[in-house]
């Protein structure tokens, strides 16, 4: 990773952060959120992972439209570090505790 590389992922990470911080207070059943990019192709290989308690608080979630929340402020904060991308709902995921530990073993 380079020096700029370095410097664009602490930028994301404090933006995530904020936006983990908000989410925790306002949607209940949010647990915490990871991201992933690839810097060689950098910003349409970033993704950011929304995690949930259980499958019946994101379906909740969802049903209340707080996804679509999550997405705005995620993206509002990327756009704050200058990070724009053209379609935001292609660059997250949403996810439970179980399923996110599951894909990960499968990689371990």
Not at 53 to 67: H, I, P
Request: proline share 1%; aromatic share 10%; net charge neutral.
């Amino acid at each position: 990773m380079t020096k700029t590389d370095k410097k664009i992922d602490k930028q994301i990470c404090q933006a995530l952060t904020r936006v983990c911080e908000t989410v925790k207070i306002e949607v209940e059943g949010f647990q915490w959120l990871t991201h992933f990019v690839d810097y060689n192709q950098f910003p349409s290989s970033l993704s950011v992972i929304c995690i949930f308690s259980s499958k019946d608080e994101l379906e909740k979630t969802r049903k209340n439209m707080k996804d679509q929340f999550i997405s705005e402020l995620i993206k509002t904060e990327l756009e704050q570090i200058n990070i724009k991308l053209k379609n935001i709902n292609q660059h997250i995921l949403f996810n439970t505790e179980n399923d996110f530990k599951s894909a990960q073993n499968k990689f371990n």
